[in-house]
């Protein structure tokens, strides 16, 4: 547990954030959330949106955005990674931070608006595909998804590298962390490659549900760019 020194000002603008949390629970969305598997220490149920909007009211500040993420508050941790000044993400703060991301709701969101605009995400991104940590795992693909949108980057090497590894005893959700990484990818390179279509063609060949699930959304994704 890491402690504060005081700060009577801070103090009080957490207290103003979560009390306009709290005016936007919604215990229906937490119910469903939970049906889903998705639990925190502390769930408001609180919609994107409405945490977008409260997030503008406030300033991006380092301190307040550790607090606010420490408090491992699903609606706190968000606010936290919409807050903080993206400057001062250093490699250890990432990995201090990344260690409390148990659930694929921060997955997801956390690397929309955050970890895929850091200037460091290609370093992150290599770490975390080597963890052990299998939401760590999934936070790699979804960080790298978002950071190629995000510079507009993106070369056929990125999408081959993605789909080298053996995927027939991966698990739906870290399947779907890659198709949403290739997906990201095929919008920027504006076309796929001759490798990810000869892997679609063998995966097609292979009774695996998963596998063949995502390569249908992979499809779906290739006939659009390149109709385009």
Same mark, same amino acid.
């Given at each position: 547990?890491?402690?504060?020194? +005081?700060?009577?000002?801070?103090?009080k603008?957490?207290?103003? $954030?979560?009390?306009? $949390?709290?005016?936007?629970m919604?215990?229906?969305t937490?119910g469903?959330?939970?049906?889903?598997?998705?639990k925190?220490?502390?769930?408001?149920?609180v919609g994107?949106p409405?945490?977008?909007?409260?997030a503008?009211?406030h300033?991006s500040d380092?301190?307040?955005?550790?607090?606010?993420?420490?408090k491992e508050i699903?609606?706190t941790?968000?606010?936290?990674a919409?807050?903080?000044?993206?400057?001062?993400?250093?490699?250890?703060?990432c990995?201090?931070?990344s260690?409390?991301?148990?659930?694929?709701d921060?997955v997801e969101?956390?690397?929309?608006?955050?970890w895929?605009?850091?200037?460091?995400?290609? +370093?992150l991104?290599n770490?975390?595909?080597c963890? +052990?940590?299998?939401w760590?795992?999934l936070?790699a693909n979804y960080t790298? &998804?978002?950071?190629?949108?995000y510079?507009n980057k993106c070369t056929?090497?990125?999408?081959d590298?993605l789909?080298?590894?053996d995927?027939?005893e991966?698990d739906?959700?870290?399947l779907?962390?890659v198709?949403f990484?290739i997906?990201?990818m095929?919008?920027v390179l504006?076309?796929?490659?001759?490798?990810?279509? &000869?892997?679609?063609? +063998?995966?097609n060949?292979?009774e695996?549900k998963g596998l063949?699930?995502?390569?249908?959304?992979? $499809?779906?994704?290739?006939e659009?760019?390149?109709?385009?």
């Amino acid at each position: 547990m890491k402690f504060f020194i +005081e700060n009577k000002e801070l103090d009080k603008e957490l207290e103003m $954030i979560l009390n306009q $949390i709290k005016l936007r629970m919604n215990g229906t969305t937490v119910g469903q959330m939970e049906g889903r598997g998705i639990k925190y220490r502390v769930n408001y149920g609180v919609g994107f949106p409405h945490l977008k909007e409260i997030a503008s009211s406030h300033n991006s500040d380092y301190n307040l955005a550790e607090r606010l993420w420490l408090k491992e508050i699903r609606e706190t941790m968000l606010l936290g990674a919409m807050l903080v000044p993206q400057s001062e993400m250093t490699i250890e703060r990432c990995r201090e931070w990344s260690q409390l991301i148990t659930n694929i709701d921060l997955v997801e969101r956390t690397s929309m608006v955050l970890w895929g605009h850091l200037p460091i995400a290609e +370093e992150l991104v290599n770490e975390w595909k080597c963890s +052990e940590n299998q939401w760590l795992k999934l936070l790699a693909n979804y960080t790298k &998804g978002w950071s190629v949108q995000y510079t507009n980057k993106c070369t056929e090497l990125m999408i081959d590298e993605l789909i080298s590894e053996d995927l027939t005893e991966a698990d739906y959700g870290y399947l779907k962390s890659v198709a949403f990484a290739i997906k990201k990818m095929l919008r920027v390179l504006g076309k796929s490659t001759v490798k990810l279509k &000869g892997w679609i063609e +063998e995966v097609n060949c292979i009774e695996n549900k998963g596998l063949q699930l995502i390569v249908q959304d992979v $499809i779906g994704e290739i006939e659009f760019v390149e109709d385009k």
